[in-house]
């Protein structure tokens, strides 16, 4: 905005430019007291929230208070021998699928109040829930219509379907390709088989090898 020149005044005919914010003009000496305190509290709460960040950290990385990955989702996952899998197995209600012994392997079953259950297979002497991601784990899923459920997946985009030599119905997706997912003969239970390589997790679901337990 262009401010008109009192008379009298010296300066250019027309007016001047008005003052800018932030234009470099040094401010009142009461005005420059007014921010320095206010940087001085700025820099303050800074601290204070930093502080309460680095103490929730902690607070949540260690001590007793703190709970393992599996059993914050609601699984608590531990070593079993193969009778304490028949007796998990005969109790759950609904078959529970594994893929047999294997060599050099323990089996390490999570279950759910859901009644979901997981067998993985991992190394001797592993820690409970240590190797989630890379074992060869084995799912069974109790939900309505299992092979509706997979007939569904079936169509969706990506979707990889395929046959197992038995005529069992198997589907995977490029999205997860680690996972295939065939439904229980009874349609009572969703089966996932589950390897970090997709063509040894296809293998592993076309073998005949996952079968319910007992």
């Known amino acids: 905005m262009i401010l008109a020149m009192p008379e009298g005044t010296s300066g250019k005919a027309g007016g001047a430019p008005s003052p800018q914010p932030g234009g470099g003009r040094p401010a009142p000496p009461a005005q420059a007291a007014r921010r320095r305190r206010a940087l001085r509290w700025g820099i303050i709460a800074l601290a204070v929230v930093v502080a309460l960040i680095a103490w929730l950290i902690v607070r949540g990385d260690g001590g007793d208070e703190g709970e393992s990955e599996p059993e914050a989702k609601g699984f608590a996952a531990r070593i079993v021998d193969e009778a304490e899998l028949e007796d998990i197995a005969a109790s759950a209600g609904h078959p529970v699928y594994w893929a047999g012994s294997m060599k050099g392997k323990e089996l390490e079953v999570s279950e759910s109040k859901e009644g979901n259950v997981q067998v993985r297979y991992v ?26 459920a997979l007939d569904g997946y079936a169509e969706t985009k990506g979707a990889i379907v395929l046959r197992a030599p038995d005529g069992r119905k198997l589907v995977s997706n490029v999205t997860s390709p680690s996972s295939v997912y065939f439904a229980s003969p ?29």
């Open 123 to 148: 190394k001797d002497g592993a820690e409970p829930g240590a190797e989630a991601k890379k074992a060869i784990t084995i799912g069974s899923y109790p939900v309505a219509d299992p092979a509706g």
């Open 186 to 214: 009874d349609n009572t239970v969703q089966v996932e088989v589950y390897v970090p390589s997709y063509e040894r997790a296809i293998s592993l679901a076309r073998s005949g090898k996952v079968q319910p337990v007992g």
